[in-house]
């Protein structure tokens, strides 16, 4: 048993003596890892909670961006047919577009029309207008070629005098006959 722990303790001494700075490195190297994986397990969730929120909130951003572009945009019925001029609808949506709507969202879109130079007539009568209500803040006109959904005013007018006509005049309930109660409020009964 004594020489074999006389050769354990010789190798530890020789080993101890031949220590060299690549083993000092590597030791602290290795405890220093274990002490970042602990902080790191400490506070886990935190940073990665960036990350998170800007890619849950990246979708309702551009929702909003795109409602406000549907928003501000003038389509087909903003437009004499065949012109491009403004009708009195486009006029007031320009007017409120510039007055109006929040200044961060004050871009105008004008739908394409079928030919280049009526998109053209389009955007140029737009610019004409906005340089006329808002001559310091001209906001940006810009053609897009989203869907243009929507109807005339004629359109929404007609189904509106429609509905109004349909209405049965007012009236009130007839009264039953056996609620159980006479005229003077006593019931009826033994």
């Given at each position: 048993?004594?020489?074999?722990f006389v050769?354990?303790?010789g ?21 220093g ?38 928003q ?28 109006a709507g ?7 879109y004008?739908?394409t ?21 808002s001559p ?17 005013a ?9 509905y ?13 006959a ?13």
């Amino acid at each position: 048993m004594p020489a074999r722990f006389v050769g354990i303790v010789g190798f530890l001494l020789i080993s101890l003596s031949c220590a060299s700075q690549v083993s000092a490195d590597l030791c602290s190297c290795f405890f220093g890892g274990i002490a970042r994986d602990v902080k790191r397990r400490q506070c886990w969730p935190a940073p990665f909670d960036a990350g998170d929120r800007v890619a849950a909130r990246t979708p309702f951003a551009m929702m909003v961006a795109n409602g406000w572009r549907r928003q501000n945009m003038l389509g087909e019925f903003h437009f004499e047919p065949g012109t491009g001029q403004l009708t009195e609808a486009g006029r007031l949506k320009v007017r409120w577009i510039l007055t109006a709507g929040p200044e961060q969202h004050r871009l105008i879109y004008v739908h394409t029309a079928e030919s280049n130079q009526e998109t053209s007539a389009r955007l140029a009568a737009v610019q004409q207008l906005a340089s006329q209500i808002s001559p310091a803040n001209l906001p940006p006109v810009l053609a897009t070629s989203i869907s243009d959904e929507g109807w005339s005013a004629n359109q929404v007018d007609a189904i509106q005098r429609k509905y109004i006509a349909a209405q049965p005049s007012p009236r009130l309930p007839m009264p039953s006959a056996n609620t159980g109660s006479t005229p003077s409020g006593s019931s009826t009964g033994n």
